[in-house]
């Protein structure tokens, strides 16, 4: 009989990892050799070896499933699913796909009782999709599985004077000037969290801030400067900033006190701590993200409500002439559902400052605050 493994026991068997490196060993000849990525020495097993599931449990099942998808999906994903597949098979490995019903699946949810779970079972069910494809099965106990309650969904967004008090409590109680500055910020760029504390002096251009989306990679550019020559306060805004932030450790705008960059999870307890306060003081909680609702993302600007299709086109139409010219006559109707464009962020004095090249639906145009 082969030995059993010492290392690597989550690998299928004949493949193995040394020196980061991963290669199959036949029953006869030189070994195979994978690269040193593990997603892309799965996908390559499989396609030499055959997929030979195992049909009277679940685990080898699961293997499977997750091989399949290896090539397809990203590494941040992969590890995802393989930390989802490792809970998993911890109850339900041994069990043959028949023999889980859908009252295992509660006690499952009931014994864990962490949110996760619910993603864990999403992931058995795809699981089970893809048995009952190799005619491992013909039931699927995940499909009688009773829909989670949704939270209901935060719509508050704050006032501007809301803000200012906030920021005024932050200067008062904490002596720290630098909350208010990056909420005057946030209000006029709209940024996400982790995209506002990327934010260094690097992206400060000399008639733009340029802004790298997290997500897409974009670039998105914030004018210093409007068509009619007029400052929009950004650049200002991006000097006061300077000033006042801790000493030159790094580059990033938002620095603590030791002059390093701030860390999200840092930030939220900073902001909770500071939060905490104001409410004894009298004031209204809100959130870090609701603030985004004052700026371009919802489409609006001080009154935190969403501009009606009409008004969002008057507003962008500066904003649409800089970058296309002047509409021909009777153009406009011709793409008013079908090329829309978020309308710019607005300074005091009612001129827009933010610059997207891209087209984007009118379902997207405003953002829930």
């Not at 290896?70 to 992969?78: E, L, M, N, S, V």
């Not at 967004?157 to 409590?169: K, N, T």
């Not at 006559?329 to 011709?334: P, V, Y």
């Not at 827009?352 to 891209?358: A, H, L, T, Y």
């Amino acid at each position: 009989m082969p030995r059993p493994r010492k290392l690597r026991k989550d690998l299928p068997p004949r493949l193995y990892c040394e020196d980061g490196i991963y290669f199959f060993r036949p029953k006869s000849g030189k070994r195979i050799t994978f690269g040193s990525d593990e997603r892309v020495a799965r996908a390559e097993y499989w396609k030499l070896v055959g997929r030979h599931t195992d049909k009277r449990a679940l685990g080898p099942i699961m293997d499977a499933w997750l091989e399949e998808h290896a090539a397809d999906i990203r590494p941040r994903t992969f590890d995802d699913y393989k930390a989802c597949v490792a809970n998993l098979k911890a109850a339900f490995g041994h069990m043959h796909p028949d023999d889980v019903e859908t009252a295992d699946l509660y006690d499952y949810d009931r014994v864990r009782h962490v949110r996760r779970t619910r993603r864990e079972l999403a992931v058995l069910g795809a699981v089970y999709r893809y048995a009952i494809k190799i005619r491992a099965t013909r039931q699927n106990p995940c499909r009688d599985l009773e829909r989670a309650p949704r939270r209901k969904k935060r719509t508050r967004c704050p006032e501007e004077f809301e803000v200012d008090a906030f920021a005024a409590h932050c200067l008062e109680k904490y002596g720290d000037q630098m909350t208010g500055l990056y909420l005057r910020l946030k209000v006029l760029v709209g940024l996400r969290l982790g995209d506002m504390l990327a934010l260094n002096s690097f992206m400060v251009k000399e008639s733009s801030l340029d802004v790298p989306n997290s997500k897409t990679g974009k670039v998105q550019q914030f004018l210093f400067v409007d068509r009619n020559s007029e400052s929009t306060g950004l650049k200002e805004l991006i000097d006061d900033i300077l000033d006042h932030r801790p000493s030159h450790r790094t580059a990033a705008l938002f620095r603590k006190r030791n002059g390093d960059a701030y860390s999200v999870q840092g930030f939220k307890a900073n902001w909770q701590r500071r939060m905490r306060s104001y409410e004894a003081a009298g004031g209204l909680r809100f959130w870090e993200h609701d603030v985004e609702g004052l700026g371009w993302n919802a489409g609006a600007r001080g009154d935190g409500k969403r501009r009606s299709a009409e008004s969002a086109r008057a507003l962008r139409s500066q904003t649409d002439d800089e970058l296309h010219g002047p509409a021909d006559e009777g153009e406009g109707d011709a793409v008013e559902e079908t090329d829309l464009k978020p309308q710019p962020a607005r300074n005091a004095a009612g001129e827009g400052i933010f610059r997207k090249p891209e087209n984007i639906p009118e379902q997207k145009e405003a953002k829930r605050c």
